[in-house]
């Protein structure tokens, strides 16, 4: 079963256009972290945020945000007011306990494209 | 502070040819894993170490396939004989030990063409 969902393939916005990329994941695990990674064009892999399921707090760096919701079991980034820089494949990924320290299940990814 | 280091970052090579990918994680931490990026089964987790020890190698596709840590510093990931199906970009990451912090930082990754 898969464990991380990102239902949204690709995504293109017009650049100052609000977008948000949408993560569902499933866990039986009651200690878990979620994670998003940033893959730019260039390829490599940009850590963006660590969450633990015990934090269900939103989170707000500059103009990236989180929105973590466990009655939903959704972890979902929203970046306001777009830009070219942003233009990359975002990776949602999970981390059981339960399964050893540190494994990662990645998403699919989203392609988000933003346009000038 | 250096973060993972790879090498080559890009490698071209003929079927059959053993091919070899480096890596160096961030100093002090005690995980380090494998990754293999494809089009088709997008990330995947290979093997991971703990304390230069592999712990679960079940993502290794087949015995093509292995991977060493020999010291605290230095990991190795080797395809003898490469396939075309081994074409995909290779990944090495590595954590700190488990206290709580669970991030993986990933290197820039090896670009992999099996001809």
């Known amino acids: 079963a898969q464990k991380v969902t990102q239902a949204q393939t690709e995504i293109s916005v017009v650049e100052k256009e609000d977008v948000t990329l949408d993560c569902v994941y499933e866990?039986?695990?009651?200690?878990?972290?979620l994670f998003w990674y940033k893959q730019p064009p260039s390829g490599e892999l940009v850590f963006l945020i660590r969450?633990?399921?015990?934090?269900?707090q939103n989170e707000i760096s500059g103009r990236y945000s989180w929105n973590f919701q466990k009655s939903t079991s959704s972890f979902n980034f929203t970046i306001t007011a777009s830009q070219v820089v942003d233009s990359a494949v975002y990776f949602c990924?999970?981390?059981?306990?339960?399964?050893?320290?540190?494994?990662?299940?990645f998403g699919t990814g989203t392609r988000l494209t933003v346009i000038p | 502070d250096a973060g993972v280091i790879q090498s080559p970052r890009h490698e071209v090579t003929e079927m059959g040819q053993e091919v070899t990918l480096r890596c160096k994680p961030i100093?002090?931490?005690?995980?380090l894993f494998w990754y293999r990026q494809t089009m088709m089964r997008g990330l995947e987790l290979l093997i991971y170490?703990?304390?230069?020890?592999?712990?679960?190698d079940s993502g290794m596709p087949e015995d093509r396939f292995s991977a060493k840590m020999p010291n605290a510093s230095f990991s190795t990931l080797k395809i003898q004989p490469s396939e075309p199906r081994d074409s995909a970009v290779y990944f090495c990451?590595?954590?700190?030990?488990?206290?709580?912090?669970?991030?993986?930082?990933f290197g820039p990754g090896t670009r992999l063409l099996v001809l």
């Open positions: 170490f703990n304390n230069n020890v592999p712990i679960d």
């Open positions: 990924a999970l981390s059981e306990t339960q399964t050893g320290a540190n494994n990662l299940f």
């Open positions: 866990t039986r695990d009651t200690t878990y972290y």
């Open positions: 969450r633990n399921s015990f934090d269900e």
């Open positions: 100093s002090g931490h005690d995980y």
């Open positions: 990451a590595s954590s700190p030990i488990n206290t709580g912090e669970e991030t993986q930082y």
